[in-house]
């Protein structure tokens, strides 16, 4: 539906812009959530590393539930739109070095087309 | 620093994904926030909407604050990375209806280049 930068469009204003899911459940919610599986800690974490590091153009920021909850801690990097479940710290940082520094991939904590919930009973 | 996407990368999972923030600041804060401005109802406007309206890979989220307060009430479209500063809720539909289902822009509601913070005295 939307349509992908014009020429017209002013220039990206984050060339890296990180959500992480901070939505919480209550506990023994069937469908669980990201701040139950941590991803507080993992937001502030990357917070405090990027800003060690000075990543330019860059913001991490906290967002709602975006619906990925089952394969969550669920964040997902613009404008690439490029999804990963970190579990530990030592996995975003993996993903600090590999993917926002050095602009390759962490496959093994990428989401994937097929990790969509199944449709409602 | 983040590359665009890769042709490994799965496939775009919200081809809209637009994040409002939500940020609020004690009254009288010398920055404001873009709660104090009126984004939760926005917010929920454009949730509304977009539900009535079924538009596929959409969602609309909740975010902190993306720095853009000054120039807020701030919402941002990914993957194109266009941000508006909608006043109302007309303003909201103008942008669902022009930007998100006609593939334009609301050039009178897009922040800009120049719409920066000025470096902390």
Redesign the interface.
Known sequence: ??????P??????????I?VCCNRRPDGHRRGSCAAKGSEGLRDYMKARMKELQ?????V????????CEFGPAM????????YRPATTEDVEEIIQT???G???VARL????NDVLPPKA
Chains 1, 2 share one sequence.
């Open positions: 539906m939307s349509k992908p930068v014009t017209s469009d002013p220039s990206i204003f984050y060339s890296c812009h959500f990543v330019p153009q860059s913001r920021n906290s967002a709602g539930c975006m619906e990925r997902v990097i613009y404008p690439e739109g490029v999804w993917h926002i520094l602009g390759g991939r990428m989401l994937t087309e």
